[in-house]
């Protein structure tokens, strides 16, 4: 390739990056803390609607298992508004993040599917990331 053909491609990609903003704007995420739901036993609906429902569904023929995470348990939806969404999953394997997901306002919602090998798995977590209200632990046993 020619000086002056890469001369041109990196003003063509300077002119891309620059354009085109890929992900949510970093900027509206105001609480990062690990939140605690204050009673295990009785969340309250705001804690439900923070906190990932897991389901393990099937297993395909290489040995993993569908995992669906949606945020919000007890039927009770977390929003996504242009200031308040789920703006990531992660899905955890006896503490090992097997699977993220990064989620746009508005146009998407909180939820996360993987396919992941679950023999001998002893526990399965997911932790959903709102951008006012912070991040929330469910765990399971499998
Ligand atoms: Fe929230």
Request: net charge positive; hydrophobic share 30%.
């Amino acid at each position: 390739m020619k000086r002056r053909d890469l001369l041109k491609l990196a003003g063509l990609l300077s002119f891309a990056s620059a354009t085109y903003a890929f992900g949510y704007d970093k900027k509206l995420v105001k609480n990062t803390n690990d939140m605690k739901v204050k009673d295990p036993t009785h969340p309250t609906d705001f804690e439900y609607k923070h906190l990932p429902e897991i389901k393990i569904g099937d297993k395909d023929k290489k040995g993993y298992s569908l995992v669906e995470v949606s945020i919000g348990q007890h039927g009770i939806i977390h929003p996504s508004t242009a200031k308040h969404w789920i703006y990531e999953i992660d899905l955890y394997v006896d503490g090992k993040e097997v699977s993220k997901v990064s989620l746009e306002p508005i146009e998407s919602r909180g939820y996360l599917a993987s396919r992941v090998k679950l023999d001998g798995v002893k526990e399965i977590s997911a932790t959903s990331r709102c951008t006012l209200h912070g991040n929330y632990t469910y765990s399971m046993k499998v």
